[in-house]
């Protein structure tokens, strides 16, 4: 059983408090922590030499988090290793939690997970509407049922995430412009933090998943990656040098809305010639349904029409493909990650676009950033909301987690 998390007496002066929803230490601890929460188990020298610290500021902050129930040292004596111990340390995963919640047009996705985004309990309720009152209104009741899960444990919880698609000032806790939940300038964030008494955090949806996968995925054995989603809409999440890049103004790797595409289609945020325009679900199918003069197909109906070989259908796909090739290379030429991660709703029909992605990939990318992997990965919607409680945890660690009320 682990303790839930006391400071009393240990802070310095001036040190903020360590309270589950607050930071509890110096930055140079945090970012101990972090390193212990990706990497670990972890020897002491490794974090020293993968963080820049010294030692001594290691051995401490250790201390500190050890203090605090954060975090364990292995006991390796046993080890058949000669000479000194290592020691390895590890995150006591389970001294914080989070809560994390996904926001899709018709259903929430809710998890509550420990500190490396483990899911203790998951929970979906469907949307009625997608009026800020009605998705408020569900948000908090999945948080409170998700707190009701964890009983006792819920103390421990630190805050509550909460992601959905378009531009999200994070800082500001506000959705500015959600196309797809027709919401403009939604202070998401306080909406949520009336109904539930956590510190909240608003993400943009792809930008969360890609804290989990900087984590807990493709980002352990990579210094630079992106993640592109295709779906409804065409997000990308960047994690370069070894950040998630957040834009100073809260948007970055918007690849949908490159303006690559002809003209003449109109697209969600009202400008004309972005790549979503061809390359969305949304444009593929409604591309098919013209070919077939058939305006109630479904998007499965397309797909089926398209792998039985019918020469229109599978044009929609391959042209689709082109299309999101090109934003691939443009992006690649401009950050150079080492690993494109392809995800999203539509990653289940890669097969469909996999070519032509590719070949338009290697026909505009630049130089040796043609050496970039894309590789193709499925999520489930709880992979989504556990993106909502990294992006807490990473909040916790940055300082930046607190009630705003
Ligand atoms: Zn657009």
Not at 121 to 132: G, M, V
Not at 179 to 200: F, G, K
Not at 367 to 393: L, M, N, Q
Request: charged content about 20%.
């Amino acid at each position: 059983m682990i303790e839930p998390p006391r400071t009393e007496g240990g802070d310095a002066p001036g040190s903020p408090r360590s309270e589950p929803g607050s930071s509890p230490d110096s930055p140079a601890v945090m970012t101990v922590l972090a390193e212990i929460l990706k990497h670990g188990p972890i020897p002491r020298i490794e974090v020293a030499r993968r963080t820049g610290l010294s030692q001594g500021a290691v051995t401490k902050a250790v201390a500190r988090l050890t203090e605090q129930g954060l975090i364990s040292t292995h006991d390796n004596r046993r080890s058949p290793t000669p000479g000194r111990p290592v020691q390895p340390v590890s995150v006591q995963e389970e001294a914080r939690l989070a809560i994390g919640i996904t926001i899709r047009v018709d259903e929430i996705f809710g998890v509550a997970t420990t500190m490396r985004a483990n899911v203790l309990h998951s929970i979906h309720r469907p949307l009625a509407s997608t009026a800020p009152p009605a998705v408020v209104e569900s948000v908090a009741g999945v948080v409170h049922q998700l707190l009701d899960c964890l009983g006792t444990d819920a103390e421990r919880v630190v805050g509550a995430g909460v992601a959905v698609s378009g531009d999200v000032d994070k800082a500001a806790g506000i959705v500015r412009d959600s196309p797809r939940l027709n919401w403009s300038a939604v202070s998401l964030r306080d909406l949520v933090h009336e109904r539930c008494d956590l510190p909240v955090v608003v993400d943009n949806d792809v930008r969360a998943l890609t804290i989990a996968e900087e984590w807990f995925g493709i980002g352990i054995d990579s210094g630079s990656f992106a993640m592109v989603t295709i779906g409804a809409g065409i997000g990308c999440g960047l994690y370069v040098n070894g950040d998630v890049v957040e834009g100073d103004h809260g948007i970055a790797g918007e690849i949908g809305h490159l303006p690559l595409a002809p003209g003449d289609l109109l697209c969600t945020c009202g400008r004309r010639g972005c790549v979503e325009t061809v390359a969305s679900s949304s444009a593929i199918v409604h591309a098919i349904r013209a070919a077939k003069n058939d305006p109630l197909m479904t998007m499965r109906e397309a797909v089926a029409l398209a792998r039985a070989g019918d020469v229109e259908a599978r044009t929609a796909f391959e042209r689709a493909g082109s299309m999101i090739g090109l934003a691939l290379a443009t992006m690649a030429n401009l950050v150079g990650p080492s690993v494109i991660l392809v995800a999203g709703e539509s990653v289940t029909n890669y097969d469909l676009f996999e070519r032509r992605v590719r070949e338009a990939f290697d026909e505009h990318v630049f130089g040796s950033a043609r050496a970039c992997k894309i590789i193709a990965r499925s999520h489930t919607f709880e992979d989504w909301a556990r993106g909502s409680a990294a992006s807490v945890i990473r909040s916790m660690l940055d300082g930046t987690l607190t009630t705003h009320s």
